[in-house]
């Protein structure tokens, strides 16, 4: 069976996982994992309106870029994303990186205290270089040493203690290894369980490096608890739609140069005290400006997300690596939502690169 038939990573994807989610989560409430107790049916209505906008979204890209011929200016490209230069920009990421361990002076993965101060400015220009790099260095150059550099660049991520990075860096990578090389089904499937075993591990020894924290769950516990939770705090979302007017977005865009996190204000606002939490990639327009905005946001993140898909699927290059980068966020939002700035950034970039990079016209039919 040939799997190249069937794109598994295109943006349909995205529809498909969420459904998994509902179901990873359905667990969590039937065995009432630390006293769930599920979600109302209109929160799993608005949860199908969501995707049902997002595959709107996907229709109106597709419409507009039908009949259109895309080309990519490969000069342009080369003289702006030169060998030395990308593999320049991964070293300076990783070396980054390794400067905000010694700042923080331990390994925040081991350490709760020193996982809440690990997202320094240094860390957000290390990510915002590495990650992008990363990907369009094993995108635009095939040297199997770059390897390495991914292997050593994730490490250094793990340490942080932050599940979100560490799978964007994977998934990312994952997904530019599929656009660029034959990777047989074998390959495929066991990164999917490399994938899956970092999520659980990672995610399980944060939560029990937390000095403070008493909860007893296995790895496997944990993870249906973590989708079961963060369902119910979108439950609560949905029936508070408005209630923030704007704080998510004003500090998602601005918090991390105020030092505030829009995920306590999700927290705060759902649950009643402060405490950062995840409510999905619904949740968050919910609790700013209500319905209506989340459809647009999802709206938009269909014809955003489909368009790069379109334009790396025509003419490759380093645009591969732009959708890997935003298609690994956009897995990851399922659970965490848009309230990072540093994600929001990527798809700015990718856009400009667009425009700048990418010719679209219309085909004259004759």
């Given at each position: 069976?040939?799997?190249?038939?069937?794109?598994i990573?295109?943006?349909?994807?995205?529809?498909?996982?969420?459904?998994?989610?509902?179901?990873?989560?359905?667990?969590?409430?039937?065995?009432?994992?630390?006293?769930?107790?599920?979600?109302d049916?209109?929160?799993?209505?608005?949860?199908?309106?969501?995707?049902?906008?997002?595959?709107?979204?996907?229709?109106?890209?597709?419409y507009?870029?039908?009949?259109?011929?895309?080309?990519?200016?490969?000069?342009?490209?080369?003289?702006?994303?030169?060998?030395?230069?990308?593999?320049?920009?991964?070293?300076?990421?990783?070396?980054?990186q390794?400067?905000?361990?010694?700042?923080?002076?331990?390994?925040?993965?081991?350490?709760g205290?020193?996982?809440?101060?690990?997202?320094?400015?240094?860390?957000?220009?290390?990510?915002?270089?590495?990650?992008?790099?990363?990907?369009?260095?094993?995108?635009?150059?095939?040297?199997?040493?770059?390897?390495?550099?991914?292997?050593?660049?994730?490490?250094?991520?793990?340490?942080?203690?932050?599940?979100?990075?560490?799978?964007?860096?994977?998934?990312?990578?994952l997904?530019?290894?599929?656009?660029?090389?034959?990777?047989?089904w074998?390959?495929?499937?066991?990164?999917?369980?490399?994938?899956?075993?970092?999520?659980?591990?990672?995610?399980?020894?944060?939560?029990?490096?937390?000095?403070?924290?008493?909860?007893?769950?296995?790895?496997?516990?944990?993870?249906?608890?973590?989708?079961?939770?963060?369902?119910?705090?979108?439950?609560?979302?949905?029936?508070?739609?408005?209630?923030?007017?704007?704080?998510?977005?004003?500090n998602?865009?601005?918090?991390?140069?105020?030092?505030?996190?829009?995920?306590?204000?999700?927290?705060?606002?759902?649950?009643?005290?402060?405490?950062?939490?995840?409510?999905?990639?619904?949740?968050?327009?919910?609790?700013?400006?209500?319905?209506?905005?989340?459809?647009?946001?999802?709206?938009?993140?269909?014809?955003v997300?489909?368009?790069?898909?379109?334009?790396?699927?025509?003419?490759?290059?380093?645009?591969?690596?732009?959708?890997?980068?935003?298609?690994?966020?956009?897995?990851?939002?399922?659970e965490?939502?848009?309230?990072?700035?540093?994600?929001?950034?990527?798809?700015?970039?990718?856009?400009?690169?667009?425009?700048?990079?990418?010719?679209?016209?219309?085909?004259?039919?004759?």
């Open positions: 069976m040939d799997y190249k038939k069937y794109d990573f295109s943006p349909m994807v995205f529809v498909l996982l969420v459904i998994v989610y509902l179901i990873v989560s359905q667990v969590a409430f039937h065995y009432h994992l630390n006293r769930l107790v599920g979600v049916l209109y929160t799993i209505g608005v949860i199908f309106l969501g995707l049902a906008f997002f595959i709107l979204g996907i229709v109106l890209s597709n507009f870029l039908k009949n259109k011929e895309i080309t990519l200016k490969s000069e342009k490209v080369d003289k702006i994303f030169s060998e030395r230069l990308v593999l320049s920009l991964v070293i300076i990421g990783i070396l980054l390794v400067v905000n361990l010694i700042y923080l002076g331990g390994i925040p993965l081991f350490s205290y020193l996982k809440a101060r690990a997202a320094t400015r240094i860390w957000l220009l290390s990510y915002l270089i590495f990650l992008p790099s990363i990907n369009i260095l094993l995108a635009k150059y095939d040297n199997k040493k770059y390897y390495l550099l991914f292997i050593l660049g994730l490490l250094l991520f793990v340490s942080t203690g932050y599940r979100t990075t560490a799978m964007a860096i994977v998934i990312s990578v997904i530019t290894l599929y656009y660029t090389k034959d990777l047989p074998k390959y495929l499937i066991l990164s999917i369980i490399a994938i899956f075993i970092l999520l659980v591990a990672v995610g399980f020894i944060a939560v029990k490096s937390i000095e403070w924290q008493t909860w007893r769950s296995t790895p496997i516990e944990l993870l249906f608890y973590r989708a079961g939770y963060t369902l119910q705090v979108l439950d609560h979302a949905a029936f508070m739609q408005g209630s923030t007017h704007g704080q998510l977005l004003y998602t865009l601005m918090g991390f140069f105020k030092s505030s996190d829009p995920r306590v204000i999700v927290g705060s606002t759902t649950l009643g005290y402060a405490h950062s939490t995840t409510s999905t990639i619904f949740g968050p327009a919910l609790l700013d400006f209500g319905l209506i905005a989340m459809l647009v946001q999802m709206t938009i993140l269909g014809i997300i489909n368009l790069i898909y379109k334009v790396q699927t025509n003419v490759k290059s380093i645009f591969i690596g732009l959708y890997a980068i935003l298609m690994a966020h956009l897995i990851i939002w399922i965490t939502g848009p309230t990072d700035l540093v994600v929001i950034l990527f798809y700015l970039i990718s856009i400009i690169l667009l425009i700048y990079l990418v010719t679209i016209k219309k085909v004259e039919n004759k």
